[in-house]
């Protein structure tokens, strides 16, 4: 799974600075307020997203992690990629509504070893990357202001899967990601494998 990521605070990457200022800059014309969400982020927090625009050009914008359930009960932050295009609440967004989430990695928690011990928290990115995209999909709700959008995941990859059996579906140049045209079940055939990971704080 995948319940919290990071996006780095400094300016040195170009491009991910652009998108986040892009997406801040649309957060304050729609809701007044200033600044998508980085460093460590967590769920229902607002960040930067690459999504298609009404012109049909990849854009950035801010959205909001996690789809509200319809009987209430919390967010549902992933969606399994193997069932996505089938599944109701998944299917349209999947069809129409995919998005991109910019990070540097993503945190997983190994289970405890022993009764009363402590979790271990890794940081996981692909291997030789120093951006990733964590592929999404998103939906507009009633009475939001923002799209919602919740991360997509899949089986991990053979040498991360000791910390835990589920890790995102990640590209690392993901704009055909957002092709509408395109079978999402497809692309997500070349999703980045091989990772690194390292011990986190």
Known sequence: MCGRFYVPEDEQNELLAMMIREASRRLQL???????AVGEVFPDARVAAVAL????????????WGFH??????????????TACRRP???ES???????????????????????AARRKFAIHPRREPLMYL?????????????VFSILTRDAAPGIA?????????FTDGERWLDRGAD??????????EMDCRMAG
């Open 53 to 64: 625009g009404k012109d049909g050009t990849p854009g950035y914008f801010p959205m909001q």
């Open 135 to 147: 592929a999404a999909i998103y939906r507009y709700e009633e009475g939001l202001r923002l799209p």
């Open 89 to 91: 609440m998944f299917r």
């Open 30 to 36: 729609l809701t007044g307020q200033s600044g998508v």
């Open 162 to 170: 000791f910390i835990h059996p589920r890790m995102p579906v990640i």
């Open 69 to 82: 359930r319809p009987e209430g009960g919390g967010l549902i932050i992933n969606a399994r990629s193997e």
């Open 94 to 116: 999947m069809e129409n509504r995919r998005c991109l989430i910019p990070a540097s990695h993503y945190f997983e928690w190994q289970a405890a070893e022993a009764p009363g």
């Open 184 to 193: 999402p079940e497809a692309l997500m055939r070349d999703c980045a494998r």
